[in-house]
């Protein structure tokens, strides 16, 4: 069992932990060749009175410092050069330890007049928690993650399914439905996040029909190469991005909403209300849109333009309209997977294009154009990123799906469940 | 507004070391792209290990700046080689996506506190490029500057530039001659209908090996000019953008043509540095109202960057083939 009842927004904590070298060189002094940092958990914890030791490479004490009541310490060194910092954990509060991964010793490199930020990341999760219960947990974070994938990846798969285009800027969409929400949440009437999650997905659907009906659909007119199209959607990706940095800024922020919240616990699993909400919302979406491919009129149109669109077209199906409701679900799914990942990691701008290389592995992995290999793709790719942080650093943990997704296609080139088909 | 300025600004830029370094890059792509029909977008990647192989020779090995350059040459080479047997027989977009993530795979290896002791990590890298500034025949006292107003250059920069410049040219002619030979012929007939050439007794896949090795190793040369100019790599200058800013440039100046990436890649940090000096001067003038002033103050090069992805975009719709390209050589349906 966990120790401590009162669980703290871990994932938040982490970030902001990992935020703090923007924080932390407001207080240096410039000019100064120093090492510092402020040890913190969240928003509004603090830690007073931990021990932080210097050396120099040869094993030397440079200085120690204690943090003072903001948290924030210092340590001066004689010049540029590469240190050891340590921290001693013994000083840290009760129940408090270093975070999964987070090493007690840290190398670091500073330049001569500079201030170098050294990040303890601190938390609940005390080192020793038994293999077994941390297995468990990045299982269930890896399966959190997955879902969002696999959301976020049905407009892609779909999209490309019915049109053959397959799109680079649906990354940006995910970031538009997690920034949209943001300023629905924070600064727009300051909505609750529920209310502007809801006003996301329909601001993101409008989007995508606006995409498809003023751009996309004309595009199909030309008959534009499909390296072109492709081009499109990377100045667009490129685009929207650089739109997002303009006005939201660079700086990753949180939503207002279900940041600090009671852990509950379901045997080795320790899990938030809202991951609970957001699995089962992922779910509900999924099956919703498993039955409408399914059972529907509109799904059996869909599966025909997605087979054939000049067949489906001679048939009496009215293509255009098919595509038009496949950009609007696609991307209203596209936000509200930006809205969940924006509430497990903050938002940033580039919190669509690190999501957009998962999702192509996810679902070419499965297989392109595949709906069920879409969202077994995006299983296994979460899955894997998640769980790998148990033996590697968490920093690497995007290489893990990459490198399986080269892996596959090298043993299976058509994906998981997908039907071969000769090129090249 | 000072029009010298920008002009002065854009016209370094556009001859700079940045413009150079594109400007390989590019010329390696359009082997790739342009004459074979890869969609290769991890070109970054060999730009990459063509700095870092550089970069960790000199400063971590402590071997002669002049070993350095051929281990990066080679690591760009050993890239192509490992890319293109499990992914050239993959379907286009495929071989688009894997490119990308091979490439973002490395510059995460790269830039982890695990690397620091080999790569210097998220720290960069930086070495002292002393053995090729020894050669500088411009003088370079504090108060020498080459050329008119802004648009100068430091003496080491004039070496750097004269140089890389140099590279250019001749790298472009040997893509003319290669390009030009029964070989280059095969590259094309590749790009135009693969089954076509097969059915001709060609071997597709070793021919795409070749074209990938060559493009791979010309955008090692751009790593190497980069490394040598800023002496070092930084792992956040390998983000994947830098692909795409290439893939600007080479669809600028004419795709499948032999000066088109040299003239795209002048183009294009012309018209970027213009854009953000521009702004800048804009940003600065009396009658601006301060709102929209306190709006660009700082975002120039955001702007700018924008600006790259709406030029892609209107490139696509409008004048795919570029300023000096041929239309019918961009209809590929690239497979």
Redesign the interface.
Known sequence: MRRGKILLGLALGLLMALAVPALAQDGADHGQTQLNGTIRFGFDQFFEGVTITVADSSGAEVGQAATDADGRWSVPVPGPGAYRVSIDTGTLPEGIGLREGQESVV?A?VDAGQSRAVVFAVGEAPKGTPFGERAAQTVFNGFKFGLIIAMSAIGLSLIYGTTGL?NFAHGELVTFGAVIAWYFNSSWGELNLIVAAVLTVIVCGMLGAGLESGLFRP?RARR?????????T??????????V??FFGAEPLPYRDFQVQERWEFGPWAVTPREVATIAVIIAALVAVGLMLQKTRFGKATRAVADNADLAAVSGINVNRVVLIVWVMGAALAGLGGVFQGLDADIDPFLG?QLL?LI??GV?LGG?GTAYGALAGSLIIGMSTEVSTLWI?P??K??VP??A??LV??LR?QGLFGVKAR?? | MDFDIIFGNAARAAFGPEAIILALAAIGLNIHFGFTGL?NFGQVGFIMLGAYGTSVAVATFGWSLWVGIPIGLFLALALAVALGI?????????F???T???A??IR??IG???A?GLT?GP?SVSFDAGAFFDLNPYADGPQDRYGVGTFAFTGQQMWVITVGWLLVALVSFGVFLIIRSPWGRVLKSIRED?DAARSLGKN??SY?MQALMIGGVIGGMAGVIDAIKTSGADPNGFR??VT?YT?TAL?LGGTATYLGPVLGAILFWFLREWIESFLRQLAAEAWLPGAIADFLEG?EG??S??M??????L???FR?QGITGNRIE??????
Do not use: C, N, W
């Not at chain 1, 534009?224 to 499109?232: E, M």
């Not at chain 1, 990377?234 to 739109?243: K, P, T, V």
């Not at chain 2, 961009?330 to 497979?335: C, F, G, V």
């Open positions: 190398d490199v397959v595009l534009l190469g499909i390296f072109q199209l492709v081009v499109i990377i100045g667009l990706s490129l685009l929207g991005r650089q739109l940095q303009l294009f290389l192509f592995a070419e392109l650093s920093e690497l995007f290489v990459l490198a997704l080269i296609l090298l080139p090129v090249g | 969609l499990p992914t050239l027989r993959l379907h286009a977009v495929m688009a996506i894997v990308i993530a091979a973002e795979i995460i290896l982890s506190t695990d620091i210097g720290l693969q597709v896949f795409k994947p953008q795409f893939y669809l975002s955001i702007i960057v924008g790259v992805g709406l030029a892609l975009v490139l696509m719709l795919p961009m209809q590929l349906d690239a497979r």
